[in-house]
Structures are given as C-alpha cells and as structure tokens.
C-alpha cells in the first residue's frame, strides 16, 4: 500500500529531526499533532541538504547537492520517490502550495556553502540568511496558516526575521567550527582571529533585534503552531543569553551549548506562559 510507505517515509523525517536536534524535535512535539509530519518533512529536507555541504568531506558534494536537487524534481512530478525524506517533503510542498521559489533559494544557499567562505558585504550577509533560513521560516509558515494566503502574508515578515534570528545564534555558536573546520565567516566586517566584545556585541544586538519583531508574529500564529514556536523561540533566546554571557575568546574556542536539564526547565515555563496566556 502506498499509504504505508508515506507512513514510513514521514517517520524516516522525524527520525532525522530526533537525532540531529533534539531541541527542535522537542519544539515539533509540541506543535498540534495535525501538522508536526508536514515540519518533520521540511526539516528532514533542508538537514540533508546542510549536511552534504557540510559535513559530507571526502565526498563530491557538488555532485550529491546536484543529484538531490534533480531527484527532488523527479519526487514533485512524479509524486513519489524512493528516498524517504523526498517522498515526505514533495507530499509537503504539494499539500501546503509551498512555492518553488522558497527552495530554489533555500538550494541557492547550500550551493555558495560549496564555493564561497567569507561575506564581505551586508547584502551578501543578508542573501545567504533568506535562503538558509527566512525561507524555512516561511516554509513552516505554509503549513501553520493551513493555505490561508491573507494570513501568510501578514506573518511574512515576522517568520523571516525569527529564522534570521536562528540562523545568526546559530553562526555565532558555531564559530569555531564555521572558522576553523569549515573555513567559512558569514559575518561581514568581522575578523574571527581578532574577535572581540564589540563584534560579540553589535551581533548580539541584531538578534535581539529580530527577536523582537519575531515575537509579535508568534502571539499572532493559529493555536496548532503558537506553542510550538514559542519554545523554539525561548531556547534560542536562552541560548542567546549563554552566548552574550560567554567571553568572545570562549566563543570562538568551543561550541556553547544548553543542557537538556535547562531545556526541561525552559519547556516547562514556556507551558506555565502558554497556559497563562502570556503568549
């Protein structure tokens, strides 16, 4: 039955998604169960397609970026695949109109990890955040407004600045391995071997910023999604908090992390804030 192969292939995505981030499997878990498949299948997607660029050394990752995009077309005319994480994510783009301009420029990105390591420009800076991460926001937002396009378009905005917000927590945890591993800094006028508090702090201050914007889009998402977000939306804001507290030369030594004992902490606030309506 196809039905059941769907069934597998949406579990290969959650399956994914627990074991590559455990604090956005448990933000997921937290989404209305009627739509946590549709962000398993986006998730699943775009992780293979970072882990190729970025993880997959010893390997012609041109070419697999290359094949996996051309098999992603094959799953959305045919309206199947055999890769599980394609078949789960083509019946997600299908089922939620999500546009194919979101994933070209979500590929786009992945494709300049392959070529270019330092963003020497605000406009370069901000091209590589929209496809890496705004467009994942606005993924998601697809499936949470359920094709209600007003909607969508109200959120637009807000969806976009919290992936930014994510993604640029996500640069300056992984400094270390962005610079030293991966030979890459996304940070434009920022030299990592003089790394200092006033570079830590202007892009604190611009994720801040994001997350404020973030934040009044959250209280506005329908209630299958508005718990969801809010608790990836603390972590991250407390893992922010880790890294302002952290001293630079700490930053660009190790990967600052958030225990799972504090994620329980914050997962249960955020559910006495939810229950409150101070959300």
């Known amino acids: 039955?196809?039905?059941?192969?769907?069934?597998?292939?949406f579990k290969c995505s959650k399956l994914v998604t627990k074991n590559y981030s455990t604090s956005f499997s448990m933000a997921v878990y937290m989404l209305s169960p009627s739509i946590r498949d549709a962000i398993y299948s986006i998730y699943g997607f775009v992780r293979f397609a970072d882990e190729i660029v970025d993880t997959f050394h010893g390997f012609d990752k041109e070419n697999l970026i290359t094949e996996f995009e051309d098999e992603y077309y094959k799953a959305i005319d045919r309206g199947i695949?055999?890769?599980?994480?394609?078949?789960?994510?083509?019946?997600?783009?299908?089922?939620?109109?999500?546009?194919d301009d979101l994933i070209q420029a979500f590929l786009k990105s992945m494709k300049?990890?392959?070529?270019?390591?330092?963003y020497?420009?605000?406009?370069?800076?901000?091209d590589y955040i929209y496809g890496?991460?705004?467009?994942?926001?606005?993924?998601?937002?697809?499936?949470?407004v359920a094709g209600d396009h007003k909607r969508y378009e109200q959120l637009k905005n807000e969806a976009m600045r919290l992936g930014s917000a994510f993604q640029k927590v996500n640069f300056l945890r992984d400094l270390k391995d962005d610079n030293l591993v991966l030979?890459?800094?996304?940070?434009p006028g920022v030299d990592l071997n003089s790394f200092d508090e006033n570079a830590k702090a202007a892009i604190i201050n611009e994720i801040e910023a994001d997350f404020k914007v973030a934040y009044e889009g959250i209280v506005k998402l329908p209630i299958e999604a508005k718990f969801g977000v809010y608790t990836a939306f603390?972590?991250?804001?407390?893992?922010?908090?880790k890294l302002k507290n952290t001293p630079c030369h700490e930053i660009g030594s190790a990967r600052i992390r958030v225990s799972n004992y504090t994620k329980a902490g914050l997962l249960a606030k955020s559910f006495v804030s939810y229950k409150l309506k101070l959300v």
């Open 1 to 9: 039955m196809k039905q059941l192969f769907d069934d597998v292939s």
């Open 81 to 99: 695949s055999l890769n599980p994480i394609l078949n789960s994510f083509q019946q997600t783009v299908n089922k939620y109109n999500i546009s």
């Open 112 to 118: 300049l990890d392959l070529i270019k390591s330092d």
């Open 120 to 126: 020497h420009s605000k406009a370069e800076y901000d």
């Open 132 to 144: 890496s991460a705004d467009v994942v926001g606005l993924m998601c937002l697809k499936v949470f």
């Open 183 to 187: 030979n890459r800094n996304y940070f």
């Open 234 to 241: 603390v972590y991250y804001k407390k893992l922010l908090k």
